[in-house]
């Protein structure tokens, strides 16, 4: 190797198994010649990829950075850097090469042995949470090829797989990094806000973050969201940490989900996927589920391409034509069909609650439907109110199906009692994404069919303005200009003096509650009352 790298006035990398087989050789730096993620043995953070680098460099000096993260993101067994310098021997059939000045082996390190290393053989990026490894001194050809790999990389697995088993939490939940990107058009109580959303979604999802990745851009890299630089030190923590999901703060087109996973080497999904598998999760009714398929259908289907090479596309030109068409196409149709099927069993649905909506008003029974940012806590309140038995949790997103109760309100205007139906929806979220939007317009109608609003909010969320903003920008987008509205704050009891002078100051109209303290529930039927009457006065 040293010959040919003298030779050729190049590195070279030669990458060999646990059984001492040369498995793959390459020109260039082991950063340049690295194995692809997609092509390495997926163990997790407890195992090493069974593969160790042997590699040549040009110049006296310890392995740089580039090499070690190369390393670090394939989790090689080790790397054996063989410093070259200088004309020593000749290699038969002349010429003058190159001879072996030093080597050095580097292999990477469990955190929890890190402090018994000393500072001056160890080396790892910036962030504290990154891969670390150990530098050997420098060595002679006799000294390393000494060295009982199979003994060290055993050593090594043994403490990361302690290590693991020390950090796990349940097997079953998906380890998660989260990556979110703050551009120019975002403020920065804004990204906070939504990198602290996700996580929150994804907790509901059921998976497990370990960590988040951030970064500032003035725009959105086109094909990687982040640039390559930044995919690197995704996948090189994502490797550390033994992730098996990478979840990014906003919606990414196939192209780039397929850019991402070959250089991450694992799943990539973005928010809107984490919010279909939370609907699909917490849908309990037929319609409920229906619509969850949709729009989980809706939004696979332009993302089929590229999925593996079964399901990839044949051709039209010569050389491509096939006897038949691919598992793509085949696939494609089957989703397309149901997709249709599923549309006329919504609209089957819409048409019914219609019925419902039509038989209701024509006993002229005046009804509200109650809105808000999810987690504000509707289901709480409509049970505080109606003595309902709706499922409650602090959750994002913890009840998906409409439930409609009747409250009955005592000494109304005309002191008789008065009959109102209050329907629970769906809760709102910040950019709600538009298959969502489509595939619930069934249970949305209850908000435009609705005579009155009742608009109610967290404020005892950091981000309650937002959550305002959010919902009232859904409620514009509603084919039907929705009834008037009432908002109502809830969670009271949470919250500061300061807080609540705030929203009373910019929310002089609006009520206060604390739903699950039954704080201020008469002042709001009273004011319910006067908002049905109002709506009833418009039509």
């Known amino acids: 190797m040293a010959a040919i790298s003298t030779e050729i006035n190049l590195p070279v990398c030669a990458y060999v198994n646990r059984r001492g087989q040369v498995i793959r050789v390459g020109v260039g730096t082991p950063r340049q010649t690295q194995i692809p993620p997609m092509e390495l043995p997926r163990y997790g953070a ?146 906070h806000d939504t990198v602290a959303e996700l996580a929150r979604l994804v907790d509901t999802a059921g998976g497990d973050v370990l960590q988040t990745v951030q970064q500032k851009r003035s725009r959105i890299h086109p094909q990687t969201v982040i640039g390559e630089g930044k995919v690197q030190e995704v996948a090189l923590t994502a490797q550390t940490l033994g992730c098996n999901l990478v979840v990014f703060d906003r919606d990414l087109s196939p192209a780039q989900v397929r850019n991402l996973e ?140 409409p439930t409609t109760r009747r409250l009955v309100i005592p000494g109304a205007e005309n002191g008789e009692t008065q009959e109102i139906l209050i329907t629970d929806t769906v809760g709102f979220i910040h950019e709600l994404p538009a298959s969502l939007m489509d595939a619930f317009r069934a249970t949305l109608e209850e908000v435009t069919e609705a005579d009155a609003l009742l608009h109610l909010v967290d404020l005892s969320h950091p981000a309650w303005l937002s959550h305002i903003r959010a919902v009232r920008e859904i409620l514009a987008q509603m084919p039907v200009t929705p009834g008037p509205a009432l908002v109502a704050f809830n969670k009271i009891d949470q919250v500061d003096s300061q807080t609540l002078a705030l929203a009373q100051e910019e929310f002089p109209l609006a009520v206060f509650i604390s739903a699950s303290q039954r704080l201020g529930l008469e002042t709001l039927r009273h004011r319910l009352s006067q908002l049905i009457q109002y709506a009833v006065d418009s039509r």
């Open 46 to 191: 407890e195992r090493l990829s069974g593969i160790r680098c042997i590699a040549t460099h040009l110049k006296a000096e310890p392995p740089n950075e580039a090499a070690l993260t190369a390393m670090a993101m394939q989790r090689l067994d080790a790397l054996a850097v063989i410093n070259i310098t200088g004309t020593g021997f000749t290699r038969r059939g002349g010429g003058a090469t190159g001879y072996v000045k030093e080597a050095y082996l580097a292999h990477l390190v469990p955190q929890d042995t890190r402090a018994l290393i000393p500072s001056a053989a160890f080396s790892g990026s910036s962030n504290s949470q990154s891969a670390s490894w150990s530098i050997s001194p420098p060595l002679n050809l006799d000294d390393l090829a000494q060295q009982d790999f199979i003994d060290l990389v055993e050593g090594l697995e043994a403490e990361f797989r302690r290590e693991f088993v020390a950090q796990e939490v349940d097997a079953d939940h998906d380890r998660v990094l989260i990556v979110g990107v703050m551009t120019d058009q975002t403020s920065l109580q804004q990204f």
């Open 262 to 401: 070959a250089q991450i080497g694992i799943r990539v999904v973005d928010r809107t996927e984490v919010i279909l598998d939370i609907f699909a999760q917490r849908a309990q009714s037929r319609a409920g589920k229906l619509q969850v398929e949709l729009a989980q259908l809706e939004y696979m289907l332009p993302r089929l391409t590229g999925r593996g090479q079964a399901m990839s596309r044949l051709g039209g030109g010569i050389g491509t034509r096939g006897p038949g068409e691919t598992k793509l196409e085949t696939e494609r149709r089957a989703i397309q069909r149901r997709i249709s099927r599923l549309q006329q069993e919504v609209n089957q649905l819409q048409a019914h609650r219609s019925r419902l909506r039509q038989r209701r008003q024509h006993r002229e029974v005046p009804s509200v439907a109650l809105v808000g940012y999810t987690n504000a806590g509707k289901s709480t309140l409509l049970n505080a109110l109606t003595n309902a038995e709706v499922y409650t949790a602090d959750q994002l997103f913890a009840t998906l199906d």
